[in-house]
């Protein structure tokens, strides 16, 4: 699961130009052909059984909070209100993989540095 989920939020990660979702750029290559870009969209399948956790997940997402800096981390205090709110009952087990997601998911969309091309004043 965390395979597809890391490959997910590569696609939806914003680009190098810092607003364009790397999604974006992929199929506009893959639709004039490039198999580099066709092959990058395919990613790990889902197990069938994991399904219904990642709609959790993606659920969770439409709730969450951010701030300036990005989103917010998800704490169990969210996972508490998150479960009265539309009646889940999470395992132990359950929690630990939506916690690990939100990880991956934070680290993805983590603001980056631009690129810099070196200098002689940047060295």
Avoid: C
Wanted: aromatic share 10%.
């Amino acid at each position: 699961m965390i395979a597809f989920a890391d490959h997910d939020f590569a696609l939806h990660a914003r680009s190098s130009d810092g607003v364009t979702e790397e999604r974006a750029h992929l199929l506009h290559a893959a639709k004039r052909g490039n198999k580099t870009a066709i092959a990058k969209l395919r990613g790990p399948e889902l197990a069938p059984d994991l399904s219904a956790l990642w709609q959790v997940y993606l659920q969770f997402q439409r709730w969450r909070g951010a701030s300036p800096m990005g989103l917010a981390p998800m704490t169990l205090d969210d996972l508490d209100r998150f479960e009265q709110r539309f009646g889940y009952a999470f395992t132990p087990w359950e929690a630990d993989v939506l916690k690990s997601l939100d990880l991956h998911q934070l680290q993805a969309f983590a603001p980056r540095a631009p690129r810099t091309t070196p200098t002689p004043t940047n060295r």
